[in-house]
């Protein structure tokens, strides 16, 4: 009663029970910018489909051409032809997947102000759009590192990505580079190896964003690159990949379908599966794609890359 009778004003307790709260979107902090899907070229198939015709190797293909004779001179004219292989490799757009449950009553009493199925098809969609991402790095049967041919792998000279280890992966990839691909971490190493040397790598804005470069190819993070346990006790890896993109130039290109059905964006599709006995509505999420290297030189990866070395700079004063 004491406390009743000294209080003069309304306490800031009981005022914000009348108070209404400015509410934000669920976040999520799994969601990154996903470059890769940026970065590469989309190639629209048909059923689902992308047949690669190559052309058969048959050694230095310039010696079918020649320059022209010498004056006065008449020789017979090479003749050959360009074969094609007979069983060229077919890619197959594979789905990631999953099923959104509902129970109607939540969607139906609390979906103010934001509606709940929107929110939950929103979170679920940029989950499936990271595990897109992840695929099209790791995925064994047609992700970047396991269409990487063995000729195009190296490995780094010491451990930790020097400004050599990245010229060596150029000339690997030397027809219209597009960009490095690695992860954050690798991408700090290399700085600090520039920055031991007294080259710090130059940075340009794509996309609205900074990004380190290296001869004028942009560094492109994504955390998808996984780190692994290295050989050095404690030690931890990853890679460092360089690719180039684009039909145009024999590249890497994703594929993907437009036109599915219940398409909201290109290859993806969201479609209401039905209510149950139990009032639980469900929702089908489904992302096609899959992803094919051109040529076997689009594509360089550098192996063993040490991430966790850190230079000890020793300061002398005159």
Same mark, same amino acid.
């Given at each position: 009663m004491?406390?009743?009778?000294?209080? *003069?004003?309304?306490?800031?307790?009981?005022?914000r029970?009348?108070?209404?709260?400015?509410?934000?979107?669920?976040?999520?902090?799994?969601?990154?910018?996903r470059?890769?899907?940026?970065?590469?070229?989309?190639?629209?198939?048909?059923?689902?489909?992308?047949r690669?015709?190559?052309?058969?190797?048959?050694?230095d293909?310039?010696?079918?051409v020649?320059?022209?004779?010498? *004056?006065?001179?008449?020789?017979?004219?090479?003749?050959?032809?360009v074969?094609?292989?007979d069983?060229p490799?077919?890619?197959?757009l594979?789905a990631?997947?999953?099923?959104?449950d509902?129970q109607?009553?939540?969607?139906?009493?609390y979906?103010?102000?934001?509606?709940?199925?929107?929110?939950?098809?929103r979170?679920?969609?940029?989950?499936?759009k990271? *595990?897109?991402e992840?695929?099209?790095?790791?995925?064994?049967?047609?992700?970047l590192?396991?269409?990487?041919?063995?000729?195009?792998?190296?490995?780094?000279?010491?451990?930790?990505?020097?400004?050599?280890d990245?010229?060596?992966?150029?000339?690997?990839?030397w027809?219209?580079?597009?960009?490095?691909?690695?992860?954050? *971490?690798?991408?700090?190493?290399?700085g600090?190896?520039?920055?031991?040397?007294?080259?710090?790598?130059?940075t340009?804005?794509?996309?609205?964003?900074?990004?380190?470069?290296?001869?004028?190819?942009?560094?492109?993070p994504?955390?998808?690159?996984?780190?692994?346990?290295?050989k050095?006790k404690?030690?931890?890896?990853?890679?460092?990949?360089?690719?180039r993109t684009?039909?145009?130039?024999?590249?890497?290109?994703?594929?993907?379908?437009?036109?599915?059905?219940?398409?909201?964006?290109?290859s993806l599709?969201?479609?209401f599966m039905?209510?149950?006995?139990?009032?639980?509505?469900?929702?089908l999420?489904?992302?096609?794609?899959?992803?094919?290297?051109?040529?076997?030189?689009?594509?360089?990866?550098?192996?063993?890359?040490?991430?966790g070395?850190?230079?000890e700079?020793?300061?002398?004063?005159a």
């Amino acid at each position: 009663m004491a406390d009743e009778v000294e209080r *003069r004003t309304l306490s800031e307790g009981a005022a914000r029970q009348l108070a209404n709260a400015t509410k934000t979107h669920a976040q999520w902090g799994g969601i990154t910018p996903r470059w890769l899907v940026n970065f590469l070229t989309w190639t629209p198939v048909e059923a689902g489909i992308f047949r690669l015709n190559r052309v058969k190797e048959r050694g230095d293909d310039a010696t079918d051409v020649e320059c022209s004779p010498p *004056r006065d001179s008449n020789p017979d004219l090479p003749e050959t032809f360009v074969d094609y292989v007979d069983n060229p490799r077919e890619y197959f757009l594979k789905a990631v997947t999953t099923v959104l449950d509902v129970q109607t009553r939540v969607s139906d009493l609390y979906s103010q102000p934001f509606d709940q199925v929107q929110e939950q098809l929103r979170l679920l969609i940029e989950k499936v759009k990271e *595990r897109q991402e992840g695929e099209l790095i790791n995925n064994g049967e047609y992700g970047l590192l396991a269409s990487a041919a063995p000729s195009q792998r190296i490995r780094t000279r010491k451990g930790p990505p020097t400004p050599d280890d990245l010229d060596e992966l150029l000339t690997k990839v030397w027809k219209e580079p597009g960009f490095f691909l690695a992860h954050p *971490r690798a991408i700090a190493a290399f700085g600090r190896e520039c920055t031991r040397r007294g080259v710090p790598p130059p940075t340009v804005t794509l996309f609205g964003t900074p990004f380190v470069t290296w001869r004028g190819v942009p560094l492109v993070p994504s955390d998808k690159v996984k780190i692994e346990h290295g050989k050095k006790k404690g030690s931890e890896t990853s890679k460092i990949l360089l690719i180039r993109t684009g039909e145009k130039k024999q590249g890497v290109v994703g594929l993907f379908q437009p036109g599915v059905p219940g398409e909201v964006a290109p290859s993806l599709s969201v479609r209401f599966m039905g209510i149950d006995r139990k009032a639980i509505a469900s929702y089908l999420i489904s992302l096609y794609c899959s992803l094919a290297v051109l040529t076997e030189d689009a594509l360089a990866v550098l192996d063993d890359v040490e991430i966790g070395s850190y230079p000890e700079y020793i300061h002398a004063y005159a």
